[in-house]
């Protein structure tokens, strides 16, 4: 299944490896997106763990500014999906058999679950009160992950490619 796989795959291979061009577009962009949805990412990730505590968060407009970075980081990820997927298929066996490949992707993974708990506890920031303060130190915890697993899976990404 995997010969058939990787048959199917040859001609793109083919042409990806044949035009540096299309290479180098490629990796634009999913050098964009990252910059894209991570730069929007980590912004919002230090804003949350520069705040001192939640009243300063919510009167400073960092509640607001948190809400409205989820578009940016989804279409960044959109991005760098898409352009992974086209890297991934046009050297398919390399990172098929790549360990630290996988390892990147099992940190996108985590990224995105960090990222479905962070947005839980923006509901109760916007509750405020006791619940705010608690969601706030949920949003401290989850923003220092999603700070780690955005260079760390920018780092395997990198490792990955030289492997």
Known sequence: MLESLNDFLSPWASYYGDHTWLSNAVTFLHLAGLLWGGGRAVTADLVTLRSRGFDEFQSAGHLKFLKAS??????????????GLLMFTSDFDHFLKAPIYWAK????????????????????????????????????????????????????????TTA
């Open 70 to 83: 989820h578009r940016d980081v989804l279409i960044g990820l959109t991005v760098a999906t898409i352009s």
């Open 105 to 160: 992707i099992a940190g996108v993974v985590v990224l995105l679950g960090n990222g479905i708990f962070l947005k839980r506890a923006e509901v109760g920031l916007e509750l405020g009160g006791s619940s705010g303060s608690t969601a706030f130190g949920m949003a401290k915890r989850h923003a220092a992950a999603s700070l780690f697993l955005w260079f760390a899976t920018t780092l395997l990404g990198q490792l990955a």
